[in-house]
């Protein structure tokens, strides 16, 4: 194998290892959004329920 293909396929390789990476990290900052809006809206919710209770 010819030392400028064998760079070709580490490139492509390395290319791909960095591709899966920010894919990653962009679905994981995408789900840790949807939870963090999950946990402010039941928050919300049980400030809304503590407010009934204290106006009782």
């Given at each position: 194998?010819?030392?400028?293909?064998?760079?070709?396929?580490?490139?492509?390789?390395v290319?791909?290892?960095?591709?899966?990476a920010?894919?990653?990290?962009a679905?994981?900052?995408?789900?840790g959004?949807?939870?963090?809006?999950?946990?402010?809206?039941?928050?919300?919710?049980?400030?809304?329920?503590?407010?009934r209770?204290?106006?009782?």
């Open positions: 194998m010819e030392f400028s293909a064998m760079l070709g396929s580490i490139g492509l390789c290319g791909a290892i960095v591709a899966a920010v894919i990653y990290f679905v994981t900052a995408i789900k959004k949807k939870a963090e809006r999950k946990e402010r809206e039941a928050l919300a919710r049980h400030k809304d329920q503590q407010d209770r204290a106006r009782r």
